[in-house]
């Protein structure tokens, strides 16, 4: 029993040495992969009128952590605005979902 207890213990503590705030950790943005999802944050954006439609942007800065699927978090800047994009994402389902949108930046006028 005593043994259980030290390796439950143990696997806590590493839980909680290498656990981040909200989850997410730094990833490399691939076309291949997240395509398909940065595609779903941009559209979002678009049909919210918050970016004009007919530039190519790339993300600024992307992480993603597991659940059961993976989220996204695509960092997009258009000009002098910043937005924040969460999409969730089921591959094996073929589901995408935008969780949330939120402009992080606003310029100085």
Do not use: D
Request: aromatic share 12%; glycine share 6%; charged share 20%.
């Amino acid at each position: 029993m005593n043994k259980y207890l030290l390796i439950a213990v143990i696997a806590c503590c590493l839980a909680l040495a290498y656990a981040q705030e909200g989850g997410y950790h730094v990833a490399e943005y691939e076309e291949e992969y997240h395509g398909s999802a940065f595609k779903a944050a941009i559209q979002r954006l678009a049909e919210l009128k918050l970016i004009s439609s007919n530039g190519i942007l790339h993300p600024e800065a992307f992480y993603q952590k597991i659940v059961s699927g993976a989220l996204y978090k695509f960092v997009i800047r258009e000009g002098q605005k910043v937005f924040e994009v969460e999409v969730w994402s089921q591959p094996w389902l073929k589901k995408l979902e935008i969780q949330s949108v939120k402009q992080i930046h606003t310029p100085n006028i």
